[in-house]
């Protein structure tokens, strides 16, 4: 099969997908953008880096596409002329890209979603926050915004000071804001792919750790690690997911949509907001537990067969990184070439590559100093290391001893991703959530 796989960020997300489509033996090109970084994937035998991917678009037998942005409506029209695409369309995607409009979505279809308020300026949310004793979240809603800018208030008036310093600093947003009514509970999210007739393969339920470090402090990084798991059954998914098919259908939608909720204290599950496309590093654990071709089910999807075939135990991802992530502020030249030393054929199957290419690098060989082709970066994002098992414990601890293995000056990654559920998955299986994990 002649697959065609679209890079959104300039992390390298879809780098182990193509990695893996390689391997089970079809053709592949690539294609990153030319102001992200074109280092990526160079290197790895069976890999074609394109530079123009709609040239490419009727040669392939499926287009993958890890993002659901900047390509989106050119994907619009391909879909239009018969080539099978995995992808969002332009209105599912506006599901997470505009939030007030995935609340809305929700709302529309009988969910009830936290209460909001939009704002034009931050000036505007500012002065609505000071007349409020209520605690917020702030989101942006443009289609531009950066999402780490999220920010949840601990008082109103913490979140009056993160406003006041967004405005000193010069920050003009590109679209509205939002402030939603933070709710205190349980974070916890669900996801399912869905292909023409509807969902397929089962469920996945999820717990991100946003954090760059451990005891979840530090800045937001979007997700530094997740556990997941494929449920054979699942109450947010008929609660959340279930209830809005024939919608995101009716939209378009096909590929993961994800739903990340907050459980209140009386076990009311309250969406907070789309993910519609691959979420990293979520794919890439998602990836660890898919049996089989890697591709051919999702083409059978696009046909509206589900063909899908996932195991259900408990997956670990962690991410692994060096500076000066989560800013990558750094330029290419301090974050490129840097060895990766430690990666083996024992455990290269559990090490996803990220910004990572193939370099000529010293290495050694018994007790002699040989320069050979190895693991090098491309960037700050380096790699998702996973691990499965029967409980998350175990699945963390075989990420772990993993993470132990690779050497990279400066490495950075949390140590405890997984250890909360150990409180949190008793309380929401109180509540009849979270059903199939267990914590050791």
């Known amino acids: ?34 102001e992200h970084n074109q280092a990526i994937g160079s290197g790895f035998k069976g890999v074609e880096l394109v530079k123009n991917w709609v040239t490419s678009a009727k040669w392939a037998d499926l287009i993958f596409c890890t ?24 209105q599912s995607a506006k599901l997470e890209i505009d939030r007030q409009f995935g609340m809305q979505f929700l709302e529309d279809n009988g969910i009830d979603c936290p209460e909001f308020h939009t704002f034009k300026s931050l000036s505007d949310a500012e002065k609505f926050q000071r007349k409020s004793s209520e605690r917020y979240v702030f989101k942006t809603l443009g289609s531009e915004e950066d999402k780490s800018l999220s920010y949840v208030g601990k008082t109103p008036a ?31 999210a669900v996801s399912s792919w869905m292909g023409s007739s509807g969902f397929v393969g089962l469920p996945n339920e999820n717990f991100e750790h946003k954090k760059l470090l451990s005891g979840n402090a530090g800045p937001n990084c979007g997700e530094a690690g997740t556990v997941m798991k494929y449920a054979n059954e699942s109450k947010l998914f008929d609660e ?11 939209l378009g939608h096909l590929g993961d949509v994800d739903v990340n909720c907050i459980i209140d204290e009386d076990g009311k599950a309250w969406p907070l907001e789309f993910t519609c496309r691959p979420g990293w590093p979520a794919f890439n654990i998602m990836l660890a ?41 750094m330029t290419k030249a301090e974050t490129m070439d840097i060895p990766v030393y430690g ?35 491309a960037g700050d994002y380096l790699a998702v290391v996973t691990g499965t098992g029967r409980s998350v414990k175990q699945a963390a601890e075989r990420v772990y001893t993993v993470i132990k293995d690779i050497h990279v000056p400066d490495l950075m990654w949390r140590d405890d991703i997984g250890e909360k559920l150990e409180k949190e998955i008793p309380e929401l299986q109180k509540f009849g959530f979270a059903t199939e994990f267990t914590y050791e």
């Not at 279930?242 to 919608?247: F, G, M, N, Q, V």
């Not at 071709?293 to 259900?312: K, L």
């Not at 559990?350 to 190895?374: L, N, S, T, W, Y």
Request: include cysteine; glycine fraction near 6%.
């Open 1 to 34: 099969m002649k697959v065609l796989v679209l890079e959104h960020e300039d992390c390298g997300c879809g780098l182990d997908f193509v990695l893996r489509c390689v391997a089970a033996g079809h053709k592949v090109r690539y294609f990153i953008q030319q």
């Open 67 to 90: 993002g659901n942005d900047k390509y989106i409506e050119r994907l619009e029209f391909f879909k239009k002329q018969g080539v099978p695409v995995f992808a969002p369309s332009v």
């Open 158 to 188: 913490d979140m009056v000071a993160r406003l006041q310093r967004w405005q000193r600093l010069g920050m003009t947003l590109k679209g509205p804001c939002m402030l939603q009514q933070f709710i205190p509970g349980m974070e916890f």
């Open 240 to 250: 959340v997911l279930r209830p809005i098919e024939d919608a995101l259908l009716e």
């Open 289 to 329: 537990t898919h049996k089989g071709d890697p591709v051919e089910w999702m083409v059978d999807a696009i046909n509206g067969d589900d063909t899908t075939d996932f195991s259900t135990a408990i997956a670990c991802g962690v991410v692994i990184a060096q500076p000066d992530y989560p800013h990558s502020n």
């Open 343 to 377: 990666v083996t054929p024992k455990n290269r199957k559990f090490i996803a590559p990220q910004a990572i290419k193939m370099a000529k690098m010293p290495d050694m060989e018994g007790d002699e100093i040989v320069e050979r082709e190895i693991w090098a970066s």
